[in-house]
């Protein structure tokens, strides 16, 4: 079995109330520093949520120890992250049984920390899959229509140095104005997903819709100093979600 199958990864997420992504990808990296996160995920508020500002989580991994019930693995990997922000343990809990599948939280809304605000910690068995689909807010916080059109963007990022690749997919980031940024490492080279939400112009057939933004998109990752492993577009919903049967 491969390890990272049976790794704890801890999920530390917080808000901060700020319009700038510098702002935001500034605490992301504090984060990976203080905690050696392997993944990051930053998304600007959704405006139906009542707040402004982004959310900002990061990852870190545990490995099982030899004989130790996944319980326990649970446990022992959120104490670094409940020490740090002083919260009690014993309100850490663990969910599910181990034939469904067990993961433990600790509730934290509104705590306040420096600078933003700490609203969850979780654990659970495994990473999070960056071609998992997600709710795509606009950049500009102006509420979501069902005619934007959705791209999903995949980078390879030539490092495998976290920190450095939040740097690296800043002005990507920008010039895409992508609202949701994942970008995880497995020791070696980063990748990077990128998401982002246009408005469709008025008039446009959803087909015209899709073909524009494709190619304004393209255009606008051609000065990128990295490989563009895929470009995906949809309408209303990323491109990777699939209607449950």
């Given at each position: 079995?491969?390890?990272?199958?049976?790794?704890?990864?801890?999920?530390?997420?917080?808000?901060?109330?700020?319009?700038?992504?510098?702002?935001?990808?500034?605490?992301?990296?504090?984060?990976?520093?203080?905690?050696?996160?392997?993944?990051?995920?930053?998304?600007?508020?959704?405006?139906?949520?009542?707040?402004?500002?982004?959310?900002?989580?990061?990852?870190?991994?545990?490995?099982?120890?030899?004989c130790?019930?996944?319980?326990?693995?649970?446990?022992?990997?959120?104490?670094?992250?409940?020490?740090?922000?002083?919260?009690?343990?014993?309100?850490?809990?663990?969910?599910?049984?181990?034939?469904?599948?067990?993961?433990?939280?600790?509730?934290?809304?509104?705590?306040?920390a420096?600078?933003?605000?700490?609203?969850?910690?979780?654990?659970?068995?495994?990473?999070?899959?960056?071609?998992?689909?997600?709710?795509?807010?606009?950049?500009?916080?102006?509420?979501?229509?069902?005619?934007?059109?959705?791209?999903?963007?995949?980078?390879?990022?030539?490092?495998?140095?976290?920190?450095?690749?939040?740097?690296?997919c800043?002005?990507?980031?920008?010039?895409?104005?992508?609202?949701?940024?994942?970008?995880?490492?497995d020791?070696?080279p980063?990748?990077?997903?990128?998401?982002?939400?246009?408005?469709?112009?008025?008039?446009?057939?959803?087909?015209?819709?899709?073909?524009?933004?494709?190619?304004?998109?393209?255009?606008?990752?051609?000065?990128?100093?990295?490989?563009?492993?895929?470009?995906?577009?949809?309408?209303?919903?990323?491109?990777?979600?699939?209607?449950?049967?």
């Amino acid at each position: 079995m491969d390890l990272r199958e049976t790794e704890v990864v801890t999920r530390i997420s917080a808000n901060i109330e700020t319009d700038d992504f510098t702002a935001a990808a500034a605490l992301g990296e504090r984060f990976i520093e203080e905690f050696e996160a392997t993944e990051l995920e930053i998304c600007r508020a959704d405006p139906e949520g009542g707040w402004k500002g982004y959310t900002v989580s990061v990852g870190y991994r545990t490995p099982p120890a030899e004989c130790e019930e996944p319980v326990d693995t649970l446990h022992r990997a959120a104490v670094p992250a409940l020490f740090h922000f002083g919260l009690n343990a014993a309100f850490f809990e663990i969910h599910g049984t181990p034939e469904t599948g067990q993961y433990g939280s600790y509730e934290a809304p509104d705590t306040p920390a420096d600078g933003y605000t700490l609203y969850a910690l979780m654990a659970s068995v495994g990473g999070t899959d960056p071609r998992e689909p997600a709710y795509v807010p606009r950049h500009d916080f102006t509420p979501r229509e069902d005619t934007d059109v959705i791209s999903r963007v995949h980078l390879y990022v030539p490092t495998g140095d976290l920190r450095l690749a939040v740097g690296l997919c800043g002005r990507p980031a920008t010039d895409l104005s992508a609202s949701l940024v994942r970008i995880s490492t497995d020791a070696g080279p980063c990748e990077a997903v990128l998401l982002s939400a246009f408005p469709a112009v008025a008039g446009e057939s959803g087909e015209e819709a899709l073909s524009r933004v494709t190619n304004e998109v393209t255009d606008r990752l051609s000065h990128v100093s990295m490989s563009v492993r895929a470009i995906h577009t949809g309408l209303e919903d990323d491109p990777f979600y699939t209607e449950p049967c």
